[in-house]
């Protein structure tokens, strides 16, 4: 028994060492743990000589010294995380566009009906080409032909009729219409010149024109443009070849007049004339006292006729 009772002895104070150490580490951990009635029985002698009591000790410490029974951790309450927005990217995205709703269309189907099959009309013709106008040529003569020659003197002036006068030449038409007169000679009986003054008068001009010689005065033309207006008035721009007494000079003429209801042209002339451009001398009378002057007149009042 004394063998057992030192046994449990050691093994006693051993486990009060080992509970004394234990209480230091945890004051120095700063638990200071309140010494119980337990604690105190610790330094009960009377473990040393009873082993019943020892054991009891024994299992006292046992509680005393193992450490308290860890406390369960509090349950956390999950914390909701907050999302955390996408950080937004540097690059703008168009967004796409929105397209309207598209409309619900009802098909209605048309009641058929049958159209009428229009007819091929055939292309209109072609436009007439430009007419090309009728150009002609029509023969004329002169008809009812006034012409006088008008002078001075140094004692009155006088007057000479033409009374023998002849004329031919050709219209050139275009569409019925006169647009020339060509190849004109009008032709001037010298001795068909009568003056009021007398046979002594008549026979003086006769001899200024060289009548024996040169017994007609001619006027011939070409070719000369006729202008008719919307009022039927005549107009004629003539330069043709004039020869009196041998001598032949170029003599512009204007001719006016109207174009009368059955197409013949009724026109009229003045021009004036010297006759030393002719190489002709005026006549001189009553041992000269009586002179000629050298520029006379010459006006024509005639019709055209087809």
Not at 18 to 30: D, E, P, Q, T
Not at 94 to 99: E, G, K, R, V, W
Not at 191 to 201: D, L, N, Q, R, V
Request: hydrophobic share 35%.
């Amino acid at each position: 028994m004394k063998h057992y009772s030192f046994t449990y002895a050691l093994i006693g104070l051993f486990l009060v060492f080992s509970a004394i150490l234990l209480v230091n580490c945890n004051g120095s951990a700063g638990d200071k743990t309140p010494v119980t009635e337990e604690k105190a029985a610790l330094t009960d002698t009377t473990a040393l000589t009873n082993p019943v009591v020892a054991i009891e000790q024994r299992d006292t410490i046992a509680k005393i010294v193992a450490p308290p029974p860890a406390k369960p951790a509090p349950k956390k309450t999950p914390v909701a995380k907050k999302a955390t927005p996408a950080k937004q990217q540097t690059s703008k995205v168009t967004p796409p566009a929105t397209q309207p709703a598209k409309e619900k269309t009802e098909v209605v189907i048309p009641a058929t009906t049958t159209t009428p099959k229009e007819e091929t009309k055939p292309a209109p013709p072609p436009p007439p080409a430009p007419k090309t106008p009728v150009v002609k040529q029509v023969a004329f003569t002169l008809k009812s032909t006034k012409a006088v020659i008008k002078g001075s003197s140094t004692l009155h002036p006088w007057e000479s009729n033409i009374t023998q006068m002849e004329g031919k030449g050709s219209f050139e038409t275009k569409d019925e219409e006169i647009v020339a007169v060509k190849n004109v000679e009008i032709k001037i009986t010298v001795k068909g010149i009568k003056s009021k003054e007398g046979k002594k008068m008549d026979d003086k001009t006769f001899d200024t024109f060289k009548s024996d010689d040169n017994p007609y005065i001619i006027y011939t033309l070409s070719n000369a443009a006729v202008k008719i207006n919307d009022s039927n008035a005549v107009t004629i721009e003539a330069n043709g070849k004039l020869t009196m007494a041998g001598n032949t000079q170029s003599v512009p003429l204007s001719a006016t007049g109207k174009k009368l209801p059955n197409g013949d042209l009724q026109l009229s002339v003045s021009k004036k004339l010297k006759m030393t451009d002719f190489k002709m001398e005026p006549p001189v009378m009553m041992l000269g006292t009586i002179k000629v002057g050298n520029e006379v007149t010459v006006v024509f009042d005639f019709v055209l006729e087809r």
